[in-house]
């Protein structure tokens, strides 16, 4: 039996990279689980390799009519609401010179709202199953700062903020909140492969295990916060970098 048998869950973002591999571990842990995106044929083609556990819905993850449909196809597909991976994001490398005030409002449109919206919408059907667990994923954008990343760091500290106010409130009805915190990940849109080897030995000498990441790394996490072995833990921050944010 899967560690998430019986549960029924939400990834956002759920089309391609880091999203995809966490709705597939998901459903490889027994949990039947909708996945949400704008990108529509990557996301129905995923859903269809995964099975009858698996179901797709396009969604802009800031409008709140989107979010009313993604948890009313949840309850429908699961029977109730247990998990939201709240995994949606935008990311580019820009200065803050560069930036401008609607770059920014973008980013935190889709970063920061799109987060609030699928914690506020989660509650109600959370309460009613007696309890769950949110997972808001953030960024080491979210812990330091990092050049390049003023925009998305900003939206990434916010996340980080928000998912500690929601663990206080939302505790008392069961209901867990925690963010995790991933570094260079391979296999999403956020990470360059070094070109050769001496860029390689460059780019990881800060990082304590000296290579970077897999989804399916950042995915076990998920897992775990997910299911009920990570009953007693909210509103923590959960790195995942490979030492990168030791120093």
């Given amino acids: 039996m899967g560690r998430l048998e019986g549960k029924s869950a939400i990834v956002t973002g759920a089309a391609q990279g880091m999203g995809a591999s966490h709705a597939r571990r998901l459903v490889e842990e027994g949990a039947r689980v909708v996945l949400t995106d704008l990108q529509a044929d990557r996301g129905e083609a995923l859903a269809k390799e995964l099975g009858d556990d698996a179901r797709f819905v396009e969604q802009n993850v800031t409008r709140e009519a989107d979010w009313d449909r993604v948890i009313d196809a949840a309850v429908a597909h699961g029977g109730r609401l247990d998990v939201l991976v709240n995994n949606a ?71 980080r903020g ?36 001496a860029q390689r030995d460059t780019e990881y000498q800060a990082i304590a295990l000296r290579r970077a990441g897999g989804v399916r790394e950042v995915s076990e996490l998920i897992v775990f916060l997910a299911s009920d072995a990570s009953s007693y833990i909210t509103g923590a921050e959960h790195i995942v970098d490979g030492g990168r944010s030791i120093w």
């Fill in 162 to 197: 928000f998912t500690k106010t929601a663990a206080i409130e939302l505790g008392v009805h069961g209901i867990r909140v925690n963010s995790i915190h991933p570094g260079a990940i391979e296999g999403t849109g956020m990470f360059s492969a070094p070109e050769d080897d």
């Fill in 89 to 159: 994001a935008i990311h580019w490398v820009r200065s803050v010179q560069k930036d401008s005030a609607d770059d920014l409002r973008r980013m935190l449109d889709v970063n920061v709202v799109g987060v609030f919206l699928g914690v506020q919408r989660a509650i109600a059907p959370m309460r009613a199953a007696g309890g769950g667990s949110i997972v808001n994923v953030s960024s080491i954008a979210g812990t330091r700062g990092i050049p390049g990343h003023g925009a998305y760091g900003a939206s990434k500290w916010a996340v």
